[in-house]
């Protein structure tokens, strides 16, 4: 078994398999930071092609759960620290009035999948609650998400509240979900606007200038 | 007259049979005692569990015999008025009538295409618009004001509409406190209390988040409409493969289990109280994440939701005119025809969403105007062939003769505008005179008529003592949000 053929296993969402290769691959010797490394190419290159229309939603969703699978695996042989520390911690949650989770807990897996740390707080939350458990966790990013045209003026508010509290230079201010733009964005002065799930990972990175690899 | 004789003098589809509708209904009550919903309302769980049904914190399981009692307490038909006090639309089984759209964030800029913001002016616009065209029935807002203050979008939208068109309006709300709101205003414009609830011209719109999730909101709506009679929509929209299954039986199963509760919920509350049916399932595009509003799914979802309404004896709300391009372009043509033609035969009560483009994102009000000429071609279509003595024409035939002439006849001049659809926008110019006239494309006709309906209908006002009112009542909502 080879780290390619994990990739592979990956790549086609067979979480099963990729846990078996995974862990033959660590009981023969393999250092796991490499398998994450590799594996970490594999998720930016499903992304990729997720945005280039390659491949189609199910299909990343898949991926996503192999390697969060292989990772949470892994996790003990993993110490702490070791893997290079987390890209950033986010907060990320759907907004007020809101029951949608679907897109959400996607870019949930994806962030986690490519070393974010995520405190997820559900659905229906408070712009309140957004800034709350950012200042509790001492996030880097809020991620807001919407799905209803009705509800994206809480986006809005997540915004108007840590100006008000004098917090809106400490946090980046990330906005998604099916009717939200990058018009949205600017509008409200939103830090970044992801398009799809695919594409947060990396552009999350990006913002906090963290380089992906 | 011939003895025994069957004629099928209205045209329509039927996409289900009695059997799959029953098929259909028996798996959803299947879902609402195995799996359940949830219910996020104090008040209506209270209901539930006084009425029988097995509540645990938020989750319901709902015995199917509350399902059945519920529909026979729902009306079969609910008359809705205008704002002059008329009747205007009975939403009975076979009768279609159209409406725009409501929430979009944006608005295509008339004649440049350019897409920004609704403000408020927009929906005064709209409204002045669909007041004038002949073939629009009811209005919805056609934008989201970005201009107000958020939490008072809706009063504005509600008063926008209320103060620039005598049509029914469907409305959407934030919750409660925004129905009461806007049932006051309604009243003021009514006249009083009595008048309104005599002949009601708006209807509430809500909706639960698929799938089986009933939020606290919309559930507030149907109890709040329901305590006080007046007339609700509640109105399933199922995301193909995400939020339900991405096959329709199933996908059918999970909003009728949805509208089921909402019913139930609802009749509890007040039986008799007016209740609207229907739901979409449209598909999510799994390459680019867009739920589009003109796939075949769509339509087919709300033809296959017709028959279930009609299956249970209930109005039902539907969806056509509407498309996912970004331009008023030839897609947006094709995906508005054949949507509006094809919900005009499933027989949907309310057919709303014309004037949609963008995935319903972006209102435009060129695309109104394509709707309202499309609606116009559908009920043309819908009268079907009138078989009678005048229709027949026998005594005009002979007098004509071969090789004759119809053209000087009094028949024809009789029945020429009512036999014959006379389009308002589309073009029937030959080649040279269509130069001759300007030459102008189906989107230049439509921009100079949406230009010529804002500058020269006379706006359908309120007396002014009573528009002062509803103002009043607006600006109060914008001191204390």
Redesign the interface.
């Known amino acids: 078994m080879s780290i390619e053929e994990l990739c592979k296993a990956v790549e086609r969402g067979d979480q099963e398999e990729s846990k078996q290769i995974a862990r033959q691959l660590i009981d023969g010797g393999v250092n796991p930071l490499n398998i994450i490394s590799s594996l970490t190419e594999v998720m930016e290159s499903i992304g990729d092609k997720f945005s280039r229309?390659e491949i189609?939603?199910?299909e990343m969703m898949m991926s996503g759960d192999a390697m969060a699978g292989v990772v949470q695996m892994m996790a003990p042989q993993i110490k702490a620290g070791e893997a290079g520390s987390t890209k950033g911690k986010v907060i990320l949650g759907t907004v007020k009035?809101?029951?949608?989770e679907?897109g959400k807990n996607i870019v949930k897996l994806l962030l986690e999948s490519n070393f974010f740390e995520v405190k997820d707080i559900g659905v229906?939350s408070d712009p309140v609650k957004f800034v709350k458990e950012a200042e509790a966790m001492g996030a880097d990013i809020i991620g807001a998400s919407s799905l209803m045209?009705?509800t994206?003026?809480h986006q809005?508010?997540i915004i108007d509240i840590l100006k008000d509290q004098g917090l809106r230079d400490k946090y980046k201010v990330v906005i998604g979900g099916?009717?939200t733009?990058q018009?949205?964005a600017d509008?409200i002065g939103a830090d970044l606007y992801c398009p799809?799930?695919g594409s947060a990972p990396k552009l999350m990175a990006e913002l906090l200038k963290i380089k992906v690899r | 007259m011939r003895v025994n004789t069957r004629f099928q003098n209205t045209p329509g589809i039927n996409l289900l049979t009695d059997d799959q509708c029953e098929e259909i209904y028996l798996a959803a009550l299947e879902v609402l005692e195995r799996v359940g919903v949830m219910v996020y309302n104090e008040e209506a769980l209270t209901l539930l569990k006084e009425a029988g049904a097995r509540v645990k914190r938020n989750h319901v399981i709902l015995p199917s015999y509350l399902v059945k009692k519920a529909l026979s307490t729902a009306p079969s038909r609910i008359a809705i008025g205008n704002r002059n006090g008329e009747r205007a639309m009975f939403l009975e089984k076979g009768r279609v009538y159209f409406g725009s759209g409501s929430d979009t964030q944006y608005t295509m800029d008339i004649g440049t295409g350019e897409r920004r913001l609704v403000v408020k002016q927009d929906v005064v616009n709209a409204a002045r618009v669909i007041d004038a065209l002949k073939n629009i029935d009811f209005a919805m807002s056609l934008g989201i004001i970005s201009d107000v203050p958020p939490r008072s979008a809706y009063i504005h939208q509600f008063e926008a509409l209320l103060l620039n068109t005598a049509k029914p309006i469907v409305y959407t709300a934030g919750g409660r406190e925004d129905v009461e709101t806007i049932l006051a205003m309604a009243e003021v414009a009514a006249g009083s209390k009595e008048k309104l609830e005599d002949n009601p011209f708006l209807i509430c719109y809500a909706e639960p988040t698929s799938p089986l999730v009933h939020p606290r909101e919309a559930v507030e709506k149907l109890l709040f409409c329901s305590q006080r009679r007046m007339p609700v929509m509640y109105v399933p929209a199922l995301m193909l493969g995400a939020t339900g299954p991405v096959t329709m039986a199933g996908a059918l199963v999970v909003t009728n289990a949805e509208t089921l509760t909402g019913l139930v919920i609802h009749q509890l509350k007040n039986p008799g109280a007016p209740f609207i049916a229907g739901g979409a399932a449209p598909a999510l595009d799994m390459g680019t994440s867009l739920c589009s509003y003109g796939s075949p799914e769509e339509h087919l979802s709300c033809a296959f939701n017709a028959a279930m309404a009609r299956f249970y004896n209930l109005p039902s709300f539907s969806t056509a005119g509407c498309s996912d391009s970004h331009l008023f372009d030839q897609q947006a043509g094709m995906e508005a025809g054949y949507s509006i033609l094809m919900q005009a035969l499933a027989g949907g009560n309310l057919i709303h969403d014309l004037g949609y483009l963008g995935a319903g994102m972006t209102s435009s009000l060129e695309m109104l105007l394509l709707g309202d000429e499309m609606a116009g071609i559908a009920r043309h279509i819908l009268k079907g062939l009138e078989i009678s003595k005048e229709t027949l024409a026998m005594e005009v035939i002979e007098k004509a003769g071969p090789g004759g002439t119809f053209l000087g006849e009094n028949h024809t001049l009789k029945y020429f505008k009512s036999a014959v659809y006379y389009p308002g926008l589309l073009n029937r110019f030959d080649y040279v005179r269509w130069k001759k006239e300007g030459a102008e494309s189906f989107y230049d006709r439509a921009t100079r008529k949406v230009r010529e309906i804002l500058k020269s209908h006379p706006p359908s006002e309120l007396p002014s003592k009573a528009a002062q009112e509803i103002e009043a009542i607006t600006a109060k909502i914008d001191n204390t949000r």
């Open positions: 229309l189609f939603l199910p009035g809101d029951l949608h679907i229906d045209t009705t994206m003026p809005k508010e099916a009717p733009s018009e949205w509008e799809d799930a």
